[in-house]
Protein backbone atom coordinates (compact mmCIF):
# COMPACT_ATOMS: atom_id res chain seq x y z
CA UNK A 1 0.00 0.00 0.00
CA UNK A 2 1.46 3.12 -0.81
CA UNK A 3 0.70 6.29 1.30
CA UNK A 4 1.22 9.75 0.96
CA UNK A 5 1.20 12.67 3.39
CA UNK A 6 1.11 15.91 2.36
CA UNK A 7 2.66 19.39 4.40
CA UNK A 8 3.44 22.73 4.30
CA UNK A 9 0.05 24.35 3.82
CA UNK A 10 -0.95 27.80 5.08
CA UNK A 11 -1.86 31.86 4.69
CA UNK A 12 0.32 33.60 2.91
CA UNK A 13 -0.58 37.45 1.44
CA UNK A 14 -0.32 37.98 -2.08
CA UNK A 15 3.31 37.76 -3.57
CA UNK A 16 4.73 35.29 -0.74
CA UNK A 17 5.67 31.85 -1.36
CA UNK A 18 5.42 28.91 0.49
CA UNK A 19 6.89 25.17 0.00
CA UNK A 20 4.77 22.35 0.06
CA UNK A 21 6.35 18.72 1.09
CA UNK A 22 5.02 15.18 -0.05
CA UNK A 23 6.48 12.15 2.31
CA UNK A 24 5.69 8.79 -0.23
CA UNK A 25 5.84 5.71 1.90
CA UNK A 26 5.04 1.99 0.96
CA UNK A 27 5.87 0.10 -2.01
CA UNK A 28 7.11 2.21 -4.68
CA UNK A 29 7.74 1.31 -8.16
CA UNK A 30 11.29 1.37 -9.72
CA UNK A 31 9.80 4.22 -11.91
CA UNK A 32 6.90 6.47 -11.16
CA UNK A 33 5.41 10.07 -11.28
CA UNK A 34 4.46 12.07 -8.30
CA UNK A 35 1.92 15.01 -9.59
CA UNK A 36 0.32 18.36 -7.68
CA UNK A 37 -2.81 18.72 -7.86
CA UNK A 38 -5.20 21.53 -6.85
CA UNK A 39 -9.47 22.23 -6.02
CA UNK A 40 -10.38 25.43 -5.35
CA UNK A 41 -13.94 25.67 -4.03
CA UNK A 42 -16.34 24.86 -6.71
CA UNK A 43 -13.84 24.10 -8.98
CA UNK A 44 -12.83 20.77 -10.56
CA UNK A 45 -9.43 19.28 -9.18
CA UNK A 46 -6.60 20.16 -11.78
CA UNK A 47 -3.17 19.20 -11.90
CA UNK A 48 -0.60 21.94 -11.56
CA UNK A 49 3.15 19.82 -11.61
CA UNK A 50 4.48 16.42 -11.63
CA UNK A 51 7.96 14.86 -12.00
CA UNK A 52 9.20 11.43 -13.29
CA UNK A 53 11.39 9.35 -11.22
CA UNK A 54 12.86 7.78 -14.42
CA UNK A 55 14.75 10.48 -15.95
CA UNK A 56 13.92 13.35 -13.67
CA UNK A 57 11.47 15.62 -16.12
CA UNK A 58 9.53 18.39 -14.76
CA UNK A 59 6.15 19.29 -16.24
CA UNK A 60 4.14 22.32 -15.61
CA UNK A 61 0.24 23.91 -16.04
CA UNK A 62 0.84 27.10 -18.00
CA UNK A 63 -1.04 28.80 -14.69
CA UNK A 64 2.22 28.02 -12.62
CA UNK A 65 4.92 27.91 -14.90
CA UNK A 66 8.09 30.54 -13.96
CA UNK A 67 6.24 30.25 -10.41
CA UNK A 68 5.90 27.23 -8.73
CA UNK A 69 9.19 24.30 -8.94
CA UNK A 70 9.29 20.94 -8.14
CA UNK A 71 11.64 18.52 -7.06
CA UNK A 72 12.63 15.55 -5.40
CA UNK A 73 14.76 13.75 -2.96
CA UNK A 74 15.49 10.31 -3.58
CA UNK A 75 17.16 9.48 -0.62
CA UNK A 76 13.52 9.54 1.18
CA UNK A 77 10.83 10.17 -1.65
CA UNK A 78 9.88 13.01 -0.84
CA UNK A 79 8.49 15.70 -3.36
CA UNK A 80 8.84 19.51 -2.84
CA UNK A 81 7.13 22.18 -4.56
CA UNK A 82 8.26 25.64 -4.33
CA UNK A 83 5.09 27.93 -4.39
CA UNK A 84 6.53 31.99 -5.37
CA UNK A 85 4.94 34.66 -6.16
CA UNK A 86 1.56 33.41 -5.04
CA UNK A 87 -1.42 34.65 -6.12
CA UNK A 88 -4.89 34.92 -4.77
CA UNK A 89 -6.32 32.56 -7.04
CA UNK A 90 -3.54 29.87 -6.48
CA UNK A 91 -5.93 29.47 -3.32
CA UNK A 92 -6.95 25.54 -3.06
CA UNK A 93 -6.44 22.59 -1.17
CA UNK A 94 -3.40 21.33 -2.45
CA UNK A 95 -2.85 17.33 -3.37
CA UNK A 96 0.33 14.88 -4.12
CA UNK A 97 -0.22 11.65 -5.96
CA UNK A 98 1.55 9.06 -7.55
CA UNK A 99 0.92 6.59 -9.98
CA UNK A 100 3.17 3.49 -10.92
CA UNK A 101 4.69 4.43 -14.52
CA UNK A 102 7.19 7.25 -15.24
CA UNK A 103 4.80 8.89 -17.58
CA UNK A 104 3.75 12.34 -15.80
CA UNK A 105 0.20 13.61 -17.21
CA UNK A 106 -1.73 16.23 -15.48
CA UNK A 107 -4.86 14.66 -15.39
CA UNK A 108 -6.01 13.49 -12.32
CA UNK A 109 -7.43 9.80 -14.31
CA UNK A 110 -4.25 8.98 -14.73
CA UNK A 111 -2.96 7.99 -10.77
CA UNK A 112 -3.45 5.55 -8.35
CA UNK A 113 -3.00 7.22 -4.95
CA UNK A 114 -3.43 10.04 -3.51
CA UNK A 115 -2.76 12.20 -0.32
CA UNK A 116 -4.97 13.88 2.26
CA UNK A 117 -4.75 17.89 0.87
CA UNK A 118 -3.12 20.81 2.35
CA UNK A 119 -5.08 24.08 2.32
CA UNK A 120 -3.16 26.30 0.75
CA UNK A 121 -4.80 30.07 1.06
CA UNK A 122 -3.29 33.54 -0.49
CA UNK A 123 -4.91 37.01 0.93
CA UNK A 124 -5.04 39.68 -1.58
Known amino acids: QVQLVESGGGLVQSGGSLRLSCAVS????????IGWFRQAPGKEREGVSCISSGDGRTYYADSVKDRFTISRVNANNTVHLQMNSLKPEDTAVYYC?????????????????WGQGTQVTVSS
Open 26 to 33: GYIADYYA
Open 97 to 113: ATRLSAICPLSIVYYDY
